[in-house]
């Protein structure tokens, strides 16, 4: 194991080293790597700052299961601190400390490409902060401990971990119980969702998982407003969202506007009248929300039969 660097110099380089080819290799937009560059430098000048980001990166290069859930609540605590906001200073240590997750990926024989195609969810989140709240950073640094942990991969275009089923499950032969193995699905913001890049996507994630199914069914399991059966209703027939629900057997659902923030970063907290109707899927979807129905969410089993 490659030890933490103590002396201050080296780790300042190495933190700004890092940023610039992190943001560079994930194409950050410009003045998100200014503010981001410019709140570095406030954090090295700041020795309480500077002393609480060197500790606990330590601590993830002796142990990446760090007490995650404590760290959000330091960073949370300096919120405005230098100017800078909790979200940025989320963004800035997680961006540091994936030169130590590379060396993991190493030590496991994982490609670089997935390392690559992983760590590119920081670029999907900044982007959604900065629509959110105009502010360049992440607000979700509780979903952030998987990837860092490797427990949590991108393989293409949709990103998977291996969990146990939370539920019981019968249907056509297949049956799942709370503790069957199973894969579950995230689906990231990056843009068009393509079938043929998802199936692919199924495939790697087949093979990169396989010797844990090797005595399972192979499964894939997914909680998503994208699984909403009255997207069958509300988006045309040639639609990527629901060819990507097609492939699913939905098993519950719970009708709520919790997730419409992901289609309308914020509007939707206003008159549902003054929705933009920018793309089809906003205009679709504002329809729905007119003619007085909720959206929802719905969680899913894709039984994968494909060999392997």
């Known amino acids: ?14 933190w700004q080293e890092n940023l610039i080819a992190f943001s560079k290799e994930h194409e950050f937009p410009a ?14 000048k700041n020795e309480h700052l500077y002393h609480v980001f060197t500790e606990w990166e330590q601590k993830y290069w002796e142990n990446p299961d760090l007490d995650y859930v404590l760290l959000q609540k330091i960073l949370e605590d ?3 601190e230098e100017g800078i906001s909790k979200y940025t ?22 490609s670089r490409e ?72 995230h689906i990231p913001s990056c843009g068009k969702l393509d079938y043929t890049e998802v199936q692919k996507s199924y495939e790697k994630a087949a093979e990169f998982y396989r010797t844990e199914f090797m005595e399972h069914p192979l499964v894939f399991v997914c ?11 509300i988006l045309p027939e040639q639609s990527n969202i629901r060819r990507f629900l097609s492939d699913y057997d939905v098993y519950r659902t719970r009708e709520n506007n919790n997730d419409l923030w992901r289609i309308y970063y914020g509007a939707e907290q206003n008159d549902f009248e003054n929705l933009p109707e ?22 899913g089993v894709y039984r994968y039969e494909k060999e392997m």
């Open 1 to 14: 194991m490659n030890n933490y660097k103590t002396d201050k110099t080296e780790i300042c380089h190495d």
């Open 31 to 44: 003045e998100a790597v200014e503010l981001l560059s410019n709140s570095l430098e406030l954090i090295i």
């Open 78 to 80: 300096f919120d405005g």
């Open 89 to 110: 200073f989320d963004l800035l240590f997680m961006i540091g400390i994936s030169r130590r997750t590379w060396e993991l990926y190493q030590k496991r024989g994982i």
């Open 114 to 185: 997935i390392f690559h195609d992983s760590m590119a969810d920081m670029h999907w989140k900044l982007l959604e902060c900065h629509q959110m709240y105009d502010i360049w950073g992440t607000f979700v640094m509780h979903w952030f401990p998987w990837w860092f942990q490797l427990k949590r991969f991108a393989l293409g275009r949709l990103q998977f971990e291996l969990i146990k089923f939370d539920d019981e499950y019968e249907k056509d032969g297949l049956i799942l119980h709370k503790d069957s193995p199973v894969i579950n699905v």
């Open 223 to 233: 909680e998503s407003w994208l699984l909403f059966p009255a997207n069958k209703e």
């Open 278 to 299: 920018n793309t089809g899927l906003e205009r679709a979807y504002k329809k729905w929300l007119l003619s007085g129905h909720m959206a929802g969410q719905s969680w």
